[in-house]
């Protein structure tokens, strides 16, 4: 009720302000009575305890009031225009995705190269602001080139545009070439009874079971072609030779390769030969290597089978016929082997350094023009995508000049890829495929950078942003565990392990603390073995019946994978040594087949 009057007060103000006359006063009090019935009606349909004069019903429990109080108003905060005074920081307020100050930068700084390279970064960002079809097509006349034309093109047409300015052809990129690597045989595909067998045999692999995986393959060989034998019978004697029954391995080697001519036919007689070497058999296993050597397999096979049956030639007195064969590894210059049988021939070891090549042939080119000036401003990322970029749409006689700016601006990844990826035509010497950047990690190198960058080249291919499976990251793939543990114990932060000075400071630091591990006993190999695979597994490959010999070690690892990695490492080591013209002592250790320490700072 005191609502309902409180209410017919402020009405009857209202009304006899706004009354002039005696008719508009009647009509106010006609209205102001309707309305006080309208709210006599709703006060009566609410409870009654909502008045507090009414009566109180015994039977109506009151509910209790659970509802928190309204909050006030929270003021709006409304983010200062801060307009970029230069453009480091236009492209850092894209980053942020602080379109308005982006916009605002890029309005008001005056134009030059990196106006549309802003503009272009800009319109493609995700989330970005709606750009207008006039502004993408204004862009794409003035700067064709740009890494993102075609992007821009895309997004041109999406607008409605029934035409496009022209943007240079993309040209495919071709393999250029690359250093030999060994790797696994492929599978025999295309026979149910190998793919059958080759699924029953696996868990006897993992089990290193040998007897088992036997009694499996002499089952299957009536259902088998000869191919398929050779690779059953691969698979089986493997497992007699990593568990050290080298007769075994040698008799189910040989019951797999009559009839065969492929890949598995050289993988058995691989197995056969070092099973053979070790039983102390040099005629067999000369026999089984120079059928390495001239298999079908990949050129670093063939390179091994050609060396290590040259030692199988010296082992039976026959030093005349190992010369030949040492000379048929030793032909690239690249391959570990070769550089083995370089090292005992006396031949040159080092590759033919890379030519700086003019630098005038591109300094026009806008895209490197820009690149240059990003690089002014600290924007690596946007100026070696400028450089692959120019790649893809140039001349494919400029490709040698690109990777030389490259090397210049120690983009070691850009120079990697360039090396092994151009345009048809393009011609690149072997040296471009082995990066030197002039980079430091955080405290200092402790290590000799040949070394570290040896290990790089392997794990990421120079990739500063690579993150595989397991979590591994940037250029050395350290896990970001193993650099936390690292950090605690400094009492700092890890930091960006994308950053290479970051990533290479916690490579170092994991390789020295597997030099000092009395596991490796502070031989190279074995420090590479467990920065590859950690240290117990080397704590178990101690035990391998290796005859006192590092190759005989490294080629009776269980682990594929490590097993390819060791001789890689080391070739990239001695080749990064040799363009740098420093001696190669680890090589000649092994080349004398005694095991090599680890490399002392140079």
């Not at 009151?62 to 909050?71: A, D, G, I, L």
């Not at 007689?269 to 026999?287: E, I, K, P, T």
């Not at 565990?481 to 994308?498: M, S």
């Not at 001695?574 to 002592?585: A, E, H, I, Y």
């Amino acid at each position: 009720m005191a609502a309902a009057a409180s209410l017919r007060q402020g009405l009857g103000l209202a009304g006899l302000a706004a009354a002039d006359g005696k008719g508009r006063l009647m009509r106010g009090v006609i209205a102001l009575l309707m309305l006080t019935a309208a709210y006599s009606a709703m006060a009566q349909e609410s409870t009654l305890a909502e008045d507090p004069l009414a009566p109180v019903d015994e039977n109506d429990t009151p509910t209790p009031v659970t509802t928190s109080p309204t909050p006030p108003p929270q003021p709006v905060i409304v983010k200062p225009l801060v307009i970029p005074k230069n453009w480091r920081e236009v492209f850092a307020a894209i980053r942020a995705s602080d379109w308005p100050s982006a916009q605002a930068g890029i309005a008001t700084l005056p134009d030059g190269l990196l106006k549309p390279v802003a503009q272009a970064e800009l319109f493609t960002a995700r989330n970005s602001p709606r750009v207008e079809l006039e502004a993408v097509v204004s862009l794409l006349a003035r700067a064709p080139d740009l890494p993102k034309a075609s992007q821009l093109q895309r997004i041109a047409l999406a607008r409605g545009a029934t035409s496009v300015p022209t943007i240079p052809r993309e040209a495919r990129m071709v393999p250029l070439g690359s250093a030999p690597r060994r790797q696994r045989a492929r599978p025999i595909e295309g026979e149910p009874a190998a793919v059958q067998l080759r699924t029953a045999l696996q868990p006897f692999v993992d089990a290193n079971s040998p007897v088992e995986a036997e009694a499996l393959f002499q089952q299957a060989l009536p259902t088998l072609s000869y191919e398929a034998r050779a690779e059953a019978a691969q698979r089986v004697a493997w497992i007699y030779y990593v568990t050290g029954q080298d007769e075994h391995a040698r008799r189910v080697a040989q019951a797999g390769i009559p009839g065969a001519v492929g890949v598995w036919a050289t993988q058995a007689h691989w197995v056969a030969g070092l099973a053979s070497w070790r039983l102390d058999d040099c005629n067999s296993a000369a026999m089984h290597f120079r059928a390495v050597a001239s298999g079908q397999a990949e050129s670093e096979l063939n390179a091994a089978g050609a060396y290590w049956a040259s030692r199988a030639e010296i082992a039976c007195r026959r030093p005349q016929a190992a010369e030949g064969l040492l000379k048929l590894a030793a032909r690239s210059p690249e391959s570990f082997y070769g550089l083995v049988a370089r090292e005992t021939l006396g031949m040159d070891k080092r590759l033919p350094e890379l030519p700086n090549t003019a630098f005038e042939r591109i300094e026009r080119l806008p895209n490197i023009q820009r690149a240059l000036q990003l690089i002014e401003i600290g924007e690596y990322n946007l100026a070696e995508e400028h450089i692959r970029h120019q790649a893809r749409i140039g001349s494919p006689a400029d490709h040698p000049a690109l990777i030389s700016l490259s090397r210049r601006l120690d983009f070691a990844g850009a120079q990697y890829w360039l090396a092994h990826n151009g345009p048809s035509g393009s011609r690149v010497p072997a040296a471009a495929r082995y990066p030197l950047p002039r980079w430091t990690p955080q405290r200092g190198w402790r290590i000799d950078p040949a070394l570290a960058y040896a290990h790089a080249r392997q794990e990421s291919d120079f990739r500063i942003g690579a993150i595989s499976s397991a979590g591994a990251v940037g250029l050395m793939q350290v896990r970001p565990g193993t650099a936390g543990d690292f950090a605690r114990a400094r009492g700092e932060t890890v930091g960006d392990l994308r950053y290479p000075p970051t990533n290479l400071e916690y490579g170092q630091s994991f390789i020295e603390m597997m030099r000092r591990n009395p596991i490796t006993q502070g031989q190279l190999l074995k420090v590479m073995a467990a920065y590859n695979a950690g240290p117990v597994p080397v704590s178990r490959w101690n035990y391998i019946n290796d005859k006192g010999d590092p190759l005989l070690w490294i080629e009776s690892l269980p682990y594929w994978e490590t097993r390819y990695y060791i001789p890689a490492v080391l070739r990239n080591f001695w080749v990064n040594q040799g363009l740098q013209n420093d001696g190669t002592p680890t090589l000649t250790a092994i080349a004398e087949h005694r095991w090599p320490d680890f490399p002392t700072r140079r």
